[in-house]
Nanobody, 125 residues
Framework: QVQLVESGGGLVQAGGSLRLSCVVS????????MGWFRQAPGKERAFVAS????????SYTDSVKGRFTIARDNAKNTVYLQMNNLKPEDTAVYYC??????????????????WGQGTQVTVSA
């Protein structure tokens, strides 16, 4: 059973930055597209960003474009989410997820599964 472990969340003031990390167990990381999702209080979990298996394709939800960057290091089985210029509306629990995919384009967000436990990001005004 593959395990995903997120870290890097915390409390930050608006305009600040955080970098989230997600380490994936096992030896098949290179076969996974990876994604970040978030769930704010009282809301459904929502797509944030995704990256193809080789890192050459990325996708972002409109509200984070230009502020967040997703990246991966296949040698470390790790996917990152660099979050800059954070806003209070970015407050949520952030989850990483994977899907088996060696397609050049990023998969539909609805295909992602195998969630981590999440890491809390709180942005104060």
């Amino acid at each position: 059973q593959v395990q995903l472990v997120e870290s890097g969340g915390g409390l930050v003031q608006a305009g600040g930055s955080l970098r989230l990390s997600c380490v994936v167990s096992g030896s098949n990381f290179r076969n996974y597209a990876m994604g970040w999702f978030r769930q704010a209080p009282g809301k459904e979990r929502a797509f944030v960003a995704s990256i193809s298996y080789n890192g050459e394709a990325t996708s972002y939800t409109d509200s984070v474009k230009g502020r967040f960057t997703i990246a991966r290091d296949n040698a470390k089985n790790t996917v990152y989410l660099q979050m800059n210029n954070l806003k209070p509306e970015d407050t949520a629990v952030y989850y990483c997820a994977l899907v088996v995919s060696r397609l050049e384009q990023v998969p539909d967000p609805r295909r992602f599964g195998s969630w981590g436990q999440g890491t809390q990001v709180t942005v104060s005004a």
